[in-house]
């Protein structure tokens, strides 16, 4: 057993209101860190300013509160970040494991999107950094719920971004540095991650970071089958009745909902979660949303 204490995360971008489906990534990696006795942090993902939505970061924050999930030590926003990221891209450049890139999205088209070598004929004026990913980097490793994952990232994803053409980070080394940064040693979330992990090991290993344990949550799907988060039904959590939504993220981690019956504070819900949480329960597979009233 590790002798590293448990140290977990949730990290949202400040893309919109919080929804059904983050609730889940965030109150399933609070019940496993405290299940393994660990702190829990709460970090803000606003290294995308044209995502960024003005007044999400207070709104994600508030609605956090209201659910009683609070964030063990200082709450980091990436913005006010760049010099660990620069200072990590320094070190990949000054390595040659990193490299400018004028090739557009179109002159990739070609490749499907996927960089092997340059094509671009005419320089950028602000080229993109990418990870060089030689041909045998294949990733392997253990998910928490899905077992043995694999991904031969040269071939799959290729040469990879870190810093973007328009100067901002990228997401996959702003979440590495971090996740470094901050000692995590569980990261737990959602299944639309699943696909970015592989790229996140080599870049820890490229950085010399210890890679954290993996574990991603499933998706909540609406009824036809699309991730809740993308679709007309994603609706805002309501910050002014917290239990009924920590009482459905409970039942949608296949968590038993008799533990969660009765009156009671947030803090007595969460209480009661932590009491009567069983991580064999949650569910291997994306979980279609109940229908909310309309
Ligand atoms: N910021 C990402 C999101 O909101 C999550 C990143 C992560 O958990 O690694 O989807």
Redesign the pocket.
Known sequence: MSMTPYRG?????P?GPLHPG?LL?ALGSWLLARHAGGQWRVRI?DVDPPRTVPGAVDQQLATLAALGLASDGPIVHQSSRDMLYQQALERLLDEGKAFFCHCSRSGLADQHGIHHQCVARSPRQQPAIRLRVPPGSTVHFQDGLRGAIRQDVHAEVGDFVLRRADGYWA?QLA?VVDDGDQGITD?V??A??LD?TPRQILLQRALGLPTPAYLHLPLLLDADGRKLSKSDAARPLDARAPLPALRQAWAALGQDPACLRGDGSVVDLLARARAGFDPARLPRHDIVAPQGPR
């Open positions: 995360r949730f990290a949202p971008s893309t983050s990534a993902e997401y979440v990261v979330r959602g639309d991650l970015s």
